[in-house]
């Protein structure tokens, strides 16, 4: 769908993602879903909400996520 949000789960990403990775992917998908690189002033709130919640989603997501055939992190 959006070629610049990259996979964030091992073992492409070797290590956990960044809250900032996160937030960046989640900025990318409200951009591609809303058509907005920037949104006017009277959308703002709700575009950064919806950056939020996905950064949370995403985030939730990584951390349940099980990867077969990775060793579990200490």
């Known amino acids: 769908m959006?070629?610049?949000i990259k996979t964030l789960r091992p073992p492409v990403l070797p290590e956990e993602?960044?809250?900032?990775?996160i937030r960046a992917a989640a900025l990318q998908f409200v951009r591609k879903v809303s058509g907005f690189r920037a949104p006017a002033a009277h959308n703002r709130e709700v575009f950064d909400h919806a950056v939020d919640a996905i950064a949370q989603a995403t985030a939730e997501l990584l951390d349940n996520l099980e990867v077969r055939g990775q060793k579990a992190s200490a």
């Open 2 to 4: 959006c070629r610049s």
């Open 17 to 21: 993602a960044t809250e900032e990775e």
